[in-house]
C-alpha cells in the first residue's frame, strides 16, 4: 500500500527493471532499463515509491561507472554482495566494508559520490538462522517447558553474530540479510520466524537497559 511506503515501513530498493550486469553492459543501456521501472514505480506508487539505495548484491564485479550512475540518478547509497575473497578479509580487518565511491575523476564531488557498503554474508543469512522451507536449521521454538524450547539460545547467538558483524564496521547500523535464491516461496515460514526473533531480541535489549539504570 502507498500509505505503508510514505510511513516507512516499506520500501522499495534498486527499483530498476532488473538488476543489471556491471561488466558488459553498456550505459545506455543500464540507463534506460533504470529509467523504465523507476518510472513504474513513480506511476505506480508516486513519490513515496521512489528508492533511495541502490541494491546490486548478485553481479560478478562491480565498476565504478555503476557507481557513478547510481549517484547521479539520486541515489543516497549502494550495497553489493559479491567481491574478492582476499579483498573482503582485507576490509574487514581493517572496518573498510563501507566508503564513499568516489565514482568519476572527471565529475566534480560529489556528484558521482555515493556511500556504499559491502554486505557480510553475500546476500544470505547467518549461518543457523534460515527459516525457509528450503532450509534446515531449527526453527524458533517458545513454548517454555517443551524440550525444544530455544529462545533464549537463538536470541543469545543472534545477538553474537551482530556484535561480530559490527566490528567490521565502522557506522551505528548494520545489514542482516535474511532470505537467498528462491526463498519466501513459502513466506510465512521465514516471516513467522522473523516476527519471534524480533519480538526477543527486542525484549531482551529492553531488559539490558533497565538492568543498565536500575
Known amino acids: 500500500r502507498s500509505s505503508d511506503l510514505c510511513q516507512g515501513r516499506l520500501e522499495f530498493i534498486n527499483g530498476g527493471w532488473c538488476m543489471n550486469d556491471e561488466a558488459s553492459t553498456h550505459y545506455s543501456a543500464i540507463i534506460d532499463q533504470m529509467s523504465l521501472g523507476l518510472q513504474f514505480l513513480q506511476d505506480t506508487f508516486g513519490e513515496c515509491g521512489r528508492p533511495r539505495v541502490a541494491w546490486h548484491i548478485d553481479p560478478f564485479g562491480h565498476s ?3 557507481a557513478s550512475l547510481f549517484a547521479q540518478m539520486g541515489f543516497d ?12 578479509s582485507n576490509r574487514e580487518k581493517l572496518r573498510e566494508m563501507e566508503m564513499i565511491w568516489r565514482a568519476s575523476e572527471t565529475l566534480e564531488s560529489p556528484i558521482a559520490d555515493l556511500f556504499t557498503g559491502v554486505l557480510p554474508n553475500g546476500y544470505s543469512p547467518p549461518s543457523f538462522l534460515c527459516w525457509d522451507q528450503l532450509c534446515s536449521d531449527q526453527p524458533i521454538m517458545d513454548v517454555e517447558g517443551l524440550e525444544d524450547y530455544n529462545v533464549d539460545a537463538v ?22 540479510t535474511m532470505g537467498s535464491d528462491f526463498h519466501y516461496e513459502n513466506a510465512n515460514v521465514w516471516y513467522t520466524n522473523l516476527d519471534k526473533l524480533i519480538t ?15
Open 77 to 88: 547509497g549502494l550495497f553489493f554482495g559479491r567481491l574478492d575473497y582476499q579483498d573482503k
Open 200 to 214: 526477543y531480541v527486542n525484549a531482551q535489549q529492553s531488559r539490558e537497559i533497565v538492568s543498565a539504570h536500575a
Open 155 to 176: 536470541v543469545s547467538y543472534f545477538l553474537k553474530v551482530a556484535a561480530m558483524q559490527s566490528q567490521h564496521y565502522r557506522t551505528n547500523h548494520i545489514t542482516m
Open 64 to 66: 565504478k561507472e555503476q
